[in-house]
């Protein structure tokens, strides 16, 4: 039977929290205290948390308790990921964290309502599920995974719906790393709007 969770977002299916440093995107190199949720219905196969997609598995905590834990850190910055949390109200817990002081990253698909309030959302579309078109329009940064040339076509055609000082990046999806990041150093270098992200953490070997 499929635990619910509350549609006020009092409680959370949580799958980790962890410090560390943010590995990629535009706050990469800040230290943040990462919140992973559990639960996506996206799909993507060269997912490698592949762990979070089944909400049921990871419990449902307190958010409260979320909040408390992320205060015990020094770095005031929290990281909102998945899964995909957009599957939940995340109003109250952000509201939570801003009231102590915190700023707060999402990182989504954005393929389901925008809910919460955010310093930053970083916007990463899949090919499986469309993002919308209110997520589209509130990230600050749109990041897209680069696994076949085509994606350079696909992500072009995502920017055309983002804020005009949306940053844009492209990152290499990490098994095919070798074989795709020399295609993004020339399209970036003939397309400057855009930039590279690299999995910083994975080079650092942290989480």
Not at 11 to 17: A, I, R, T, V
Not at 149 to 172: G, I, N
Request: glycine share 6%; hydrophobic share 35%.
């Amino acid at each position: 039977m499929s635990q619910q969770v509350p549609e006020d977002g009092t409680y959370l299916p949580l799958m980790e929290e962890f410090y560390t440093i943010q590995g990629e995107g535009y706050h990469t190199g800040k230290a943040a205290y990462f919140i992973r949720l559990g639960g996506c219905d996206v799909g993507c196969h060269w997912c490698d948390v592949k762990e979070s997609w089944d909400a049921d598995l990871h419990p449902l905590t307190s958010a409260d308790t979320i909040v408390k834990n992320a205060q015990q850190y020094a770095a005031k910055t929290v990281v909102v990921t998945g899964g995909e949390p957009l599957l939940y109200n995340l109003t109250y817990l952000t509201q939570q964290l801003k009231e102590a002081g915190i700023k707060i990253f999402l990182e989504t698909s954005g393929a389901y309502p925008l809910t919460g309030y955010w310093d930053w959302i970083c916007l990463s579309p899949k090919k499986f599920k469309a993002p919308r078109q209110e997520v589209l329009s509130a990230a600050g940064e749109l990041k897209v995974i680069v696994f076949n040339t085509s994606d350079f076509k696909w992500a072009e055609d995502h920017a055309r719906y983002v804020s005009s000082d949306c940053k844009l990046y492209l990152q290499p999806e990490w098994s095919k790393a070798s074989e795709v990041t020399p295609k993004i150093i020339n399209y970036v270098m003939e397309n400057p709007r855009w930039e590279i992200s690299l999995q910083t953490h994975k080079y650092l070997n942290i989480p």
